[in-house]
């Protein structure tokens, strides 16, 4: 509760439950402003290094290890976070079951990605390497299961802790190098080396404040439960993994990995404000869940504040960030990358049906209606690589920038008009975006909470 400041403290402190939330949310957010903006800043300086084809390939590299690792990670967050909080005295065998489930889909996809990789760039022995290393990542996502644990108990401080640690060292490695002229392969290294610390540290986090590690257990029959309620969220998984990775493993093959380190560049500064959805939502994700105990009415009225706050959230990012592209984009990496700036302008307004997308998908959850989060992202999937194919050839990486913003919409928003069950989110999506609305209706909250 530290992080709180003072005056929401004040107006909040009476309700403990709501002043955990904020604390959580306030830990993510730390979490992601030092590691994300470490990380952007070491990552310009890394990208005016390497230069455009360099640093394409890099990011070529994480991208196509980025659509294996839905595979790896089972779709299992928010399924192992909800079944927690329901049956916290079987949290040690959700817990076991899901790290054995993990581990085994990570071998699985690592073949699979080594198989992959040779198939595509069977002349390129340096990008199946950096492939091949970047990807040993998956066999560590076992580890993801402390992250699960500390979500569910709203205390991802002890996740901050680590990650920005690890971070920490990371950047200060990659500066030595890059200050060293160290060759591309050394910052691959680098890469690895965060990774494997993070999966390390995290058990080692959860063996202090949660679980015994002694006591996780896991069974056929729980592992049959997991997969039956997460098989459509893997598949899911990977649609997402394509519409936001596939632009970038395409610009590779089609034009060139000159063109992915362009495109690159401006997605590092979109994304990275993609850390306040996940923060908040999963902050609140207990809490909506709670709320569905009360009644409807409570349900869907929180679900709407969250959809009205991420609207606001979303705009107030995309908007500046449209004029301050050319500037923005010049100042942090030079000349080599100006085609950068426009593709930011574009890129950057997906993100306001990234932040709606990622509220909706606990309603999803709660509901149990994991097979229509499926069918919309593989809508969302099979838009983006099909404007891809037609708009990279002509337009390049902008082309994959109006591509990306065009599938997000329709997978996070214009998706939800064509299930029967999905249209009361359609409305309230459409009712966050009337900006006055949604403002109204935050103050009204803030001002009954206070009172």
């Known amino acids: 509760m530290h992080l709180v400041p003072g005056p929401i403290r004040h107006r909040i402190e009476h309700r403990p439950a709501l002043l955990k939330i ?193 006591s996780l257990r896991a069974d056929a029959a729980r592992a049959k439960m997991l997969l039956k309620d997460c098989w459509p969220l893997v598949l899911s998984s990977i649609a997402v993994m394509i519409y936001m990775r596939i632009d970038q493993v395409m610009l590779g093959q089609m034009v060139g990995d000159e063109a992915v380190g362009i495109y690159s560049a401006a997605v590092r500064i979109s994304e990275v404000w993609y850390f306040i959805p996940m923060a908040v939502a999963s902050s609140v994700f207990p809490s909506i869940i709670e709320a569905k105990k009360i009644g409807e009415e409570e349900y869907y009225s929180r679900l709407q504040k969250l959809y009205d706050l991420m609207a606001l959230m979303s705009v107030g990012v995309a908007l500046p960030m449209t004029f301050l592209a050319e500037p923005l984009t010049g100042l942090l990496y030079g000349r080599l990358y100006h085609g950068a700036a426009p593709v930011l302008a574009i890129h950057i307004w997906a993100s306001v049906f990234v932040f709606l997308g990622v509220a909706s998908s606990r309603w999803f959850l709660v509901e149990g209606k994991q097979i229509l989060t499926l069918q919309k992202t593989l809508l969302g999937a099979l838009c983006n690589v099909g404007l891809n194919f037609f708009l990279i050839p002509s337009y390049s990486a902008i082309g994959a920038a109006v591509a990306t913003f065009l599938s997000q919409g329709a997978s996070a928003f214009l998706s939800d008009l064509l299930f029967k069950e999905t249209r009361k989110m359609f409305r309230m999506k459409a009712s966050s975006m009337n900006l006055i609305t949604s403002i109204s209706r935050i103050t009204r909250a803030l001002f009954r909470t206070q009172k």
């Open 22 to 214: 904020v604390d959580n949310i306030g830990w993510l957010f730390l979490d992601k402003f030092l590691r994300l903006g470490l990380g952007l800043l070491v990552g310009v300086w890394l990208a005016r290094y390497l230069g455009p084809a360099q640093f394409g390939l890099l990011s070529f590299a994480q991208a196509f290890v980025g659509l294996f690792a839905a595979v790896a990670t089972l779709g299992l967050q928010g399924i192992v976070v909800r079944d927690i909080v329901r049956e916290p005295e079987s949290a040690p065998l959700t817990l076991g079951t899901a790290a054995v489930l993990q581990m085994v889909s990570g071998l699985v996809a690592y073949l699979a990605l080594l198989a992959a990789i040779t198939w595509l760039r069977a002349d390129d022995p340096l990008a199946r390497l950096i492939v091949a290393i970047l990807g040993s990542s998956l066999l560590f996502k076992a580890s993801e299961i402390a992250v699960y644990w500390f979500e569910s108990q709203v205390q991802s401080k002890y996740t901050v802790w680590v990650q920005n640690g690890i971070c920490l060292l990371s950047a200060a490695a990659k500066a030595a190098f890059i200050l060293a002229r160290a060759p591309l392969l050394a910052f691959v290294w680098v890469a690895f080396a965060e990774m494997f610390l993070v999966a390390f540290f995290l058990i080692v986090a959860m063996g202090w404040r949660g679980p015994p590690l002694s």
